[in-house]
Antibody
């Protein structure tokens, strides 16, 4: 059974940093692209980052480029999202998703982790 | 960036009715469109991939169609558990984008 479990969320002040983690199991992690998708309260889904199987290629929307960094550790079947210079508009539930290459942004999703950026 | 426009924003229907939800892309994306269902306080669930390909475990009343710029998610005879929000998402570009969603509510 595919499982994705996020952790690391919480309350953080504007301008500070936070690192999210996602532990994957039930599939060969190193064979899949992975992605982070977020959802602000009462809002729609927004793609945040994608990483290739080896980690050599990463993609971001303009809204987070230069502030967020996606990474992975295939030996630990783990995905990460380093978030720097956080803004109030980054407040959202962050989902880890398995992203088949060229396919759905997420064929499997984690339960999500809440990040609140507030002073 | 590829913009996806979903319509209508809200659709009010009676259980047992059949419905069609629309997703229009700002440029041709072949069949690189995927549909998700999100129930309140739950993670999104993949319903249809590549415009019309079914997903294991998803009821057969859900189907998808379209290519190029116009796509449709159809639900044949809506059931009570189907009232939720539906999103389309494109993977034609590596810069993924989602539509703003269609809320299916009980009339």
């Amino acid at each position: 059974e595919v499982q994705l479990v996020e952790s690391g969320g919480g309350l953080v002040q504007p301008g500070r940093s936070l690192k999210l983690s996602c532990a994957a199991s039930g599939f060969t992690f190193s064979n899949y692209y992975m992605a982070w998708v977020r959802q602000a309260p009462k809002k729609g889904l927004e793609w945040v980052a994608t990483i290739s199987t080896s980690g050599s290629r990463t993609y971001y929307p303009d809204s987070v480029k230069g502030r967020f960094t996606i990474s992975r550790d295939n030996a630990k079947s783990s995905l990460y999202l380093q978030m720097n210079s956080l803004k109030s508009e980054d407040t959202a539930t962050y989902y880890c998703a398995r992203h088949p290459y060229g396919g759905p942004g997420g064929d499997y999703w984690g339960q999500g982790v809440m990040v609140t950026v507030s002073s | 960036n590829i913009v996806l426009t979903q319509s209508p924003a809200t659709l009010s229907v009676t259980p047992g009715e059949s419905v069609s939800l629309s997703c229009r892309a700002s440029q041709s994306i072949s069949t690189s469109i995927h549909w998700y269902q999100q129930k309140s306080n739950e993670s999104p669930r993949l319903l249809i991939k590549y415009a019309s390909q079914s997903i294991s475990g998803i009821p057969s009343r859900f189907s998808g169609s379209g290519s190029g710029t116009d796509f449709t998610l159809s639900i044949n005879r809506v059931e009570s558990e189907d009232f939720s929000i539906y999103y389309c998402q494109q993977s034609y570009s590596s810069l993924l984008t989602f539509g703003s969603g269609t809320k299916l509510e009980i009339k």
